[in-house]
């Protein structure tokens, strides 16, 4: 998978990392980590620059996030969850739990989490999903979005174009990264299911 991502960036340029950084928005498992790095360390042997590659990853986030927001807006979480968990889910890696963790974050920051989630993996991509559910207004989405995810691709674009052709050596460090977002998620998660038990046996006793 990864070569033949890399593969498309070095034949298409900003049209490769355009349309890559779209579909991983939609197919999260996708990792665009090694295609943006890449795309910076191209900056550096072609004709390419730094400028254009962030605002072609850019570009490639937000029709993503605009086509899992029109998602969130057509379906409602139980029968999106209920999707993602048949044959479509499957196709495109998507878990039903993908869904909760969405809605908790969005749930929990509102608009901010649009903002802040576009540099959490996974959740970077699914958060579009809630703000179509709760038919956030689509200029602030579409700011909040364009902001945040510039922000990520700009520091991974750059930190590709200052190691060159070493950028490869980056690759463990946003793993690990990747790792640790997402096991403080699934204790955030945990730690919400068990408060959210407790308040209901408690509110059951009096």
């Not at 993996?121 to 179509?132: F, H, K, T, Y």
């Amino acid at each position: 998978m990864q070569d033949f991502m890399l593969n498309m960036v070095d034949q298409f340029g900003y049209l490769g990392i355009f349309l890559l950084i779209l579909i991983e928005n939609i197919f999260p498992p996708i990792p665009s980590e090694a295609v943006l790095l890449f795309g910076g360390a191209l900056t550096v042997t072609t004709a390419m620059n730094v400028p254009g590659t962030i605002v072609a990853a850019t570009a490639g986030s937000l029709v993503g996030a605009i086509a899992l927001y029109a998602l969130g807006w057509i379906f409602q979480a139980e029968r999106l969850k209920r999707l993602f968990a048949g044959r479509f889910g499957q196709v495109l890696h998507l878990k039903p739990e993908y869904v909760d963790k969405s809605v908790y974050w969005f749930t929990k920051y509102q608009g901010k989490a649009v903002l802040i989630c576009r540099c959490i993996p996974v959740i970077r991509s699914l958060i579009s999903i809630p703000a179509g559910f709760a038919k956030m207004r689509i200029i602030p989405f579409l700011l909040l979005t364009t902001l945040g995810s510039a922000v990520w691709n700009t520091l991974l674009v750059s930190v590709g174009a200052a190691l060159g052709t070493a950028w490869e050596t980056a690759l463990p460090y946003f793993d690990q990264y990747t790792h640790l977002v997402v096991a403080v998620v699934i204790a955030a998660a945990v730690v919400l299911g068990l408060y959210w038990l407790l308040r209901r046996r408690k509110g059951k006793k009096s």
